[in-house]
């Protein structure tokens, strides 16, 4: 009878939900300045419906694009037509898709009775997550609690988990899945959730940190947008609450910030994928974070977790001025991507966002490094484009598990260093 129930479900999931059959995934290689321009025209061709994973920067990046299959012929023309080098990274985009689907349906079957039997190996729904949560804080509530620091604009509860052993702590915050799409951060969010807890009193570096500073974690930053994933359109990215006199829905939660809104690397275009909102902390994901920030006063540490490229980042993004601590940032980062390429040799880069990707106005980071908070970093999860944000799950136990260990040292050098 519950596998009949779970197909039902299956069969009602997949009709409402947007197709990629025939989609594929290139990337594409400018050798200089010219051929970056073309691409960057190219992204104005709406009638095309590409979807950039990664935007024509500079040649120094690579620059991943979904086609729709009813584009390929035209793309792949002005590619080689302009001389511009490209390979197909995925062939049909549905098959890596359909294997998502069923690793989860088959996880499904089996529903877990504690944390101790969640599958930490598979991608989660919305409802999901959310009773690991409660069954996390239900089975140690000694250690962890649930705050609900607002709700999305689709009334959904925004909860953060927050693991403490004293009261008047200082804190540090994670959070992931700001973009919905990013369905490696919200797996990697709960392994953390999970880690934090089975390392109490047993890891001595961890228990030391929770002896001095209360984990803010926030798992799926961007609720509706990640429900809208999991329902219509496996890789929106936006939240999803309408914009006045526009078809096109949602806003950038990483472009809403108070940071240079507005500036260069956002877009005031609706319909664009780094829509930065009508104004500032318009969005109240972005606005229920804001708040808590400015409340909680004594954060000394804002971790944001997104995919894909693996690459560390800090302040600042939309001004090419380095912070004022810069050195020690750059030489924390140098540390944190060692330990993490330690377990599989997973290599990254670091440095400011403005230097190692691009300019980006009204980010997270920047904004909470101008409230004060000295270690606020960005990291960008697995992988450079094979897959993007389509990365297997088989991928995300060795992803967390690298992750974890260069957000120890950050947490591990913010408990070593008040400020």
């Not at 009709?15 to 992204?43: C, P």
């Not at 400011?352 to 997270?364: F, H, W």
């Not at 598990?401 to 070593?416: A, C, F, P, R, S």
Request: some cysteine; charged content about 20%.
């Amino acid at each position: 009878m519950r596998k009949l129930l779970i197909l039902a479900s299956l069969i009602l999931a997949t009709f409402g939900r947007k197709t990629f059959e025939g989609h594929q995934v290139l990337q594409i290689t400018a050798a200089n300045d010219v051929q970056i321009s073309l691409l960057k025209n190219l992204t104005d061709h709406e009638h095309l419906e590409l979807d950039f994973w990664r935007e024509p920067v500079h040649e120094s990046l690579p620059v991943d694009v979904r086609v729709p299959s009813t584009s390929l012929h035209k793309v792949k023309s002005f590619l080689k037509n302009n001389k511009i080098h490209y390979k197909i990274m995925i062939q049909d985009l549905q098959d890596l898709l359909d294997e998502e689907q069923q690793e989860m349906m088959r996880s499904r079957a089996h529903q877990p009775k504690s944390t101790d039997g969640f599958n930490y190996s598979t991608y989660h729904t919305l409802d999901e997550i959310n009773s690991f949560i409660d069954m996390l804080v239900k089975e140690n509530p000694q250690l962890v609690s649930k705050i609900v620091i607002g709700q999305s604009y689709e009334r959904r509860p925004l909860n953060v988990l927050k693991f403490s052993t004293g009261s008047n702590r200082p804190g540090i915050w994670i959070d992931t899945g700001i973009h919905s799409r990013e369905w490696i951060t919200q797996a990697c969010g709960t392994w953390f959730a999970k880690m934090i807890v089975a390392s109490y009193k047993r890891d001595p570096a961890l228990t030391a940190i929770l002896s001095k500073f209360d984990i803010f974690l926030e798992i799926v930053t961007n609720p509706d947008g990640f429900q809208f994933t999991h329902t219509s359109d496996r890789f929106w990215r936006k939240t999803r609450k309408p914009n006045p006199g526009s078809r096109c829905v949602g806003v950038d939660p990483n472009r809403n910030w108070d940071a240079n809104f507005g500036g260069p690397g956002s877009s005031n275009n609706p319909c664009a994928e780094d829509y930065h909102g009508p104004n500032a902390h318009s969005e109240s994901e972005v606005k229920a974070i804001v708040d808590f920030v400015k409340s909680h006063g004594k954060l000394k540490a804002f971790v944001s977790i997104h995919s894909y490229s693996q690459f560390l980042l800090y302040p600042y993004g939309y001004t090419r001025t380095p912070c004022k601590d810069q050195a020690e940032l750059y030489n924390l980062a140098w540390k944190a991507v060692t330990a993490l390429s330690r377990p599989y040799g997973t290599r990254y880069q670091f440095g400011s966002i403005i230097n190692i990707i691009y300019q980006a106005s009204g980010g997270s980071n920047d904004w909470t490094y101008n409230q004060g908070i000295k270690y606020s970093y960005t990291f960008e999860l697995r992988d450079t484009g094979r897959f993007g944000f389509a990365l297997p799950a088989n991928q995300i136990i060795p992803t967390a598990y690298e992750t974890w260990l260069g957000l120890m040292v950050i947490m591990d050098h913010t408990k070593n260093n008040p400020y």
